[in-house]
């Protein structure tokens, strides 16, 4: 499975964010269906509230349709999201998804209702300066 174009920048920029990188990929079984999630990642927080773990699909948005990346990373969010409740129920899924796009695409009425509808968490990310800009939940 290749990486998607910037995923060692969201590597970093999770690192950078003190998070702890376990897998590179994540990957998940069901049965006879193996998945690999582009990330997994955990970090300690305040002790009363324990362990945090992540899962990260990363996408660049770089094809020609941003409606067509965006069906295709759907598609794969909530499958791996199943997968993730069946094996690791208490690590949440993200989306991790560029400034740019986020900015453009993802401010569409479209986007905004598949959001709110799957309930999709998003990692915006600058490929660039290899940062995390903003945690949406």
């Known amino acids: 499975m290749a990486k998607d174009l910037f995923h ?5 920029g999770l690192e ?25 990642a ?6 009363e509230r324990g362990e945090e773990k992540i899962a990260v699909e990363i996408k ?16 794969q ?9 069946v094996n690791e129920p208490d690590r949440l ?10 900015q453009t695409f993802f401010q569409s009425r479209f986007a905004k209702i598949a959001i709110a509808r799957h309930q999709l968490l ?5 490929p660039i300066t290899e940062e995390v800009i903003q945690w949406i939940n």
């Open 60 to 75: 660049s948005f770089i094809g020609t349709s941003a409606i067509s990346d965006f069906h295709t990373a759907l598609g």
């Open 77 to 85: 969010f909530l499958n791996y999201r199943i997968m993730l409740e």
């Open 93 to 102: 899924l993200y989306l991790a998804v560029p400034r740019e796009t986020y």
């Open 122 to 126: 998003l990692i915006v990310y600058e």
């Open 8 to 12: 060692d920048a969201v590597r970093r």
């Open 16 to 40: 950078k964010e003190r998070w702890t990188v376990t897998d590179d990929p994540l990957e998940l079984e069901l049965e006879e269906i193996t998945v690999k999630i582009d990330l997994g």
């Open 42 to 47: 955990e970090r300690l927080i305040a002790a």
